[in-house]
């Protein structure tokens, strides 16, 4: 890497912050000196490869990372509990792409003069995550769609030429396969937790609906959306998606999918990497594809993921934080992480990158589906909003009340939720 390129971009970014100081912690005089970075666990090593070259290239800068909390709920949780008392614990935070309304309309992040940076080589989508009210509060780093993950060998042995654009396919690819193989069909992710609203949003939006409308009200009361959570229910039902599922995160999907448990798997693109390993952890190396998720009438919409670094408003070290976020994003450090990790990055030229290519031959199906992505319900009240949707969406799977009527009252309690 070159450390003047990145140091130039962050000497830039350094004057960038829009709203003075913050009424927490006082900066010191110069802004700068060693920050903390909160960040998720991150299991490639290739975090600690890119934090080593800023390391060595500003030893009085130096960035110590703190890790989260593995659940996406326990993250946002402590992150905003720091926020609360105004702690300085940390300095550069990364968000889950929906939490920026939420966090910068409680000021727990600065904003960022957007003339500054290099906004048009971000992919738009995941750019848009970062603004709140026309304003950027948080740089897109990691970004990611919901991707099919599917078994090339028993499609091929079945005469199946094509992973399934719709939901009926899916289906009928399933029964032909399962009249010789004894296999789980289809799962997503649906315990109780962040990942049911991921998924719950995606089968709304792959019929045709939405959760939340243009004019940031409930939108459940639709034909698509019933068809979207009968979809799931359904699924339940008719063992489509098997009984265990109701359990899933991300990882009990993982593992199933790579010990050849199911057919067909819904996940991020991280995926790519750990099913691929040949090391003997994943039973289905060199014998699986991705797609797009398949919907109601055709492709389905995948919900828009990704994690975005922001500055804590509570930081004393904002300048080094800004220089390092300006590094974090750039391209070099992008690529070298993205090579390493398997996770898409927010670079839209990283996906053309041939060295990346060849390394994680996902990119292109990845772009596809992040170019055609929605975001999660992007309102101030997420942390309820989340809550109500998990808790009557898992009611439905649960079979503990109709999908009809599990609409009705989520649209009831996310009114006064988006007002």
């Known amino acids: 890497m070159n450390p003047a390129r990145w140091a130039a971009a962050g000497a830039a970014l350094a004057v960038t912050l829009a709203g003075g100081c913050s009424s927490g912690s006082s900066a010191d005089s110069s802004g700068r000196g060693p920050i903390t970075w909160a960040m998720f666990k991150e299991p490639t090593g290739a975090l600690t490869k890119i934090v080593d070259v800023w390391n060595r290239a500003r030893p009085r800068e130096k960035v110590r990372v703190v890790e989260l909390p593995e659940a996406a709920d326990a993250q946002r949780q402590q992150l905003i509990q720091n926020a609360q008392i105004k702690s300085d614990a940390f300095d550069v935070v990364t968000l889950d792409a929906v939490w920026t309304a939420e966090f910068a309309a409680n000021r727990w992040v600065e904003p960022i003069d957007a003339k500054t940076l290099p906004t048009g080589a971000f992919l738009a989508p995941s750019l848009r995550t970062g603004e709140y009210r026309g304003r950027l509060y948080a740089v897109p780093w990691l970004t990611g769609a919901g991707l099919l993950y599917y078994r090339t060998d028993l499609l091929k042995k079945a005469d199946i030429t094509r992973p399934p654009v719709t939901w009926a396919e ?199 589906s992040i170019q055609g992505a929605r975001p999660r319900p992007q309102v101030v009240r997420y942390g309820d909003v989340t809550a109500a949707i998990q808790k009557d969406v898992y009611a439905a799977l649960h079979g503990d009340t109709g999908p009809q009527q599990a609409l009705a009252r989520l649209q009831a309690e996310l009114g006064p939720l988006t007002r």
Not at 207 to 218: K, L
Not at 293 to 321: D, E, K, W, Y
Request: a neutral charge.
């Open 170 to 368: 899916l289906t009928a690819d399933c029964a032909e396969v399962r009249r010789t193989k004894d296999i789980g069909c289809y799962a997503g992710q649906y315990d109780k937790y962040e990942g049911l609203t991921v998924n719950f949003s995606e089968a709304v939006a792959s019929a045709g609906g939405q959760v939340i409308d243009a004019s940031g009200r409930p939108a459940l009361g639709t034909p698509e959306a019933l068809h979207g959570l009968e979809f799931l229910v359904n699924g339940f039902k008719d063992g489509t998606i098997p009984r265990a599922a109701i359990g899933y995160q991300e990882e009990n999907g993982r593992r199933d999918f790579e010990a050849g448990r199911l057919l067909f798997h819904r996940n991020w693109g991280y995926v790519y990497s750990t099913a691929g390993k040949t090391d003997g952890a994943s039973k289905v190396a060199g014998r699986f594809g991705v797609a797009p998720l398949p919907g109601l009438n055709g492709p389905g919409t995948s919900t828009l993921g990704g994690n975005n670094l922001a500055v804590s408003s509570f930081s004393r070290h904002r300048r080094t934080a800004l220089d390092f976020l300006a590094y974090a994003t750039g391209k070099e450090a992008e690529k070298s992480f993205g090579l390493t990790s398997a996770y898409p990055m927010s670079l839209t030229a990283l996906y053309s990158d041939a060295d990346l290519v060849k390394a994680q031959p996902y990119l292109p199906t990845m772009l596809k």
